[in-house]
């Protein structure tokens, strides 16, 4: 997931700006952990807005959807400080996080005409997002010392959200 923050605090920190991902990957389904994350952080972010999103991103600052996906995590790779190269363009967004982190999105093909479909998931109790665009996520990879894989043509969502931790 790449968050791209538009206007954010933590405490009186201000985070206006600056870009948090992870990449994971489960041995199973999500919820029955064990899984591996590695926490991207954007580069321009100074030392202290740095600490403060890893302790957001790791789950430490408590809150939503960060607090309950850090349950799932068994292993902490090091974090990557990276240039974040994030374009949000509705369903053709696209996410470049230093070399070795990529995605790229397009809309969802209709399988018979070959038209763009245009599908919303509303998810009331959701907690990464209530409502996003769904996409085709028809590029994404990581590609660190720890953590390899590719996944072309997979799901992808563009959401508007707002964390009130």
Request: aromatic share 10%; hydrophobic share 40%; with cysteine.
């Amino acid at each position: 997931g790449v968050w791209k923050i538009d206007r954010g605090k933590y405490g009186d920190l201000s985070l206006d700006g600056l870009g948090l991902a992870f990449a994971a990957k489960w041995p199973g389904a999500i919820h029955e952990g064990n899984g591996t994350v590695c926490l991207f952080v954007d580069e321009k972010a100074s030392n202290e807005q740095r600490e403060a999103l890893l302790e957001i991103g790791s789950g430490k600052a408590g809150g939503l959807p960060f607090e309950i996906l850090a349950t799932t995590f068994s292993t902490l790779l090091e974090p990557e400080f990276v240039p974040f190269n994030v374009d949000i363009n509705g369903l053709q967004s696209t996410a470049r996080l230093g070399e070795n982190f990529r995605i790229a999105l397009e809309p969802i093909k209709n399988p018979v005409t070959g038209a763009d479909e245009n599908v919303t998931v509303n998810h009331g109790t959701g907690f990464i997002f209530k409502s996003a665009e769904c996409a085709s996520a028809k590029e994404g990879s990581v590609a660190i010392d720890q953590m390899k894989f590719s996944y072309p043509n997979k799901a992808g969502f563009v959401a508007r959200i707002h964390y009130g931790n």
